[in-house]
C-alpha cells in the first residue's frame, strides 16, 4: 500500500491558522483521505476525511487538490491542544475503510 | 474518552513468552481493528473482526493472532516474543461502514 507523505514538523503560533500539506499522489481514484492526530501517551484520534470535494467540520476543514494527488488540513485557529501528532492517511471503501496505511505524520508545535 | 478499553495498559515480559491484550470496542461497535506502532515501522494495520469474523489481514507475523467473541471483545495474542516486537498495540472499533475509527490508549508491551 502505497504511504503518505507529509513535512516531519511545523510551528504555529496560538489563534493562528494552521495548514498541514499531504502528498498522496499514488491515491487511487476511490481512496478515502482520512486525518487523525495523536496526542502524547494517547492512541490516534480523528480529525476529519474526504473523498473528492472539500470537508468541514467542527475540528477543522480538509481541502482536496482536484487531482486528489494533495490535501491540506486547516486548523483555523490552532490551540495549545491541537499540539500533536497529524497522520494523513488513506484507505479503501467498503469493508476495507478501517484498514488505515498511515505514513510517519507531521509533529506540529504550538507556541502561546 | 473514545469509548474503547485495553487491557492491560503496559506488559513486560522476556523473549519467547506468550502475552494476550485485550480490547473492548465502543458499545454497539461490531468492527475492530488492530494495530501496531513502533519507531521503526510507525502506525501498522494488522488484523480486523466484523462481528466475530476475520476480514482483512495486514502486516500481522504468523507468531500473532487474534479473535472477536460473541460479546465483541477482541483479543490479540503474540506468542514466541521477541525484541522487536516491543511496541504499543493499539485496539479500534467502528460501528458501519464508512465511519470513523476510535482507538484505545493502547497497550505497551516491552519485550526484555
Known amino acids: 500500500d502505497a504511504k503518505t507523505t507529509q513535512p516531519n514538523s511545523m510551528e504555529s503560533n496560538e489563534e493562528e491558522p494552521v495548514h498541514l500539506p499531504c502528498n498522496h499522489s499514488?491515491?487511487?481514484?476511490?481512496?478515502?483521505i482520512h486525518w487523525y492526530r495523536q496526542l502524547p501517551s494517547q492512541g490516534p484520534e480523528y480529525v476529519i476525511h474526504g473523498l473528492t470535494s472539500n470537508v468541514n467540520n467542527r475540528m477543522a476543514s480538509l481541502a482536496i487538490a482536484e487531482d486528489r494527488k494533495s490535501s491540506t488540513l486547516i486548523l483555523h485557529r490552532a490551540t495549545l491542544r491541537d499540539a500533536a501528532v497529524y497522520y494523513c492517511?488513506?484507505?479503501?471503501?467498503?469493508?476495507?475503510?478501517?484498514?488505515?496505511?498511515f505514513g510517519q505524520g507531521t509533529i506540529l508545535t504550538v507556541h502561546p | 474518552d473514545s469509548g474503547v478499553t485495553q487491557t492491560p495498559k503496559h506488559l513486560i515480559t522476556a523473549t519467547g513468552q506468550r502475552v494476550t491484550l485485550r480490547c473492548s470496542p465502543r458499545?454497539?461497535?461490531?468492527?475492530v481493528y488492530w494495530y501496531q506502532q513502533s519507531l521503526d515501522q510507525g502506525l501498522q494495520f494488522l488484523i480486523h473482526y466484523y462481528n466475530g469474523e476475520e476480514r482483512a489481514k495486514g502486516n500481522i507475523l504468523e507468531r500473532f493472532s487474534a479473535q472477536q467473541f460473541p460479546d465483541l471483545h477482541s483479543e490479540l495474542n503474540l506468542s514466541s516474543l521477541e525484541l522487536g516486537d516491543s511496541a504499543l498495540y493499539f485496539c479500534?472499533?467502528?460501528?458501519?461502514?464508512?465511519?470513523?475509527?476510535?482507538f484505545g490508549n493502547g497497550t505497551r508491551l516491552t519485550v526484555t
Open positions: 492517511t488513506r484507505s479503501a471503501g467498503g469493508t476495507s475503510y478501517g484498514k488505515l496505511t
Open positions: 479500534a472499533s467502528r460501528p458501519e461502514y464508512n465511519s470513523p475509527l476510535h
Open positions: 458499545s454497539g461497535d461490531l468492527s
Open positions: 499514488t491515491i487511487s481514484g476511490t481512496d478515502y
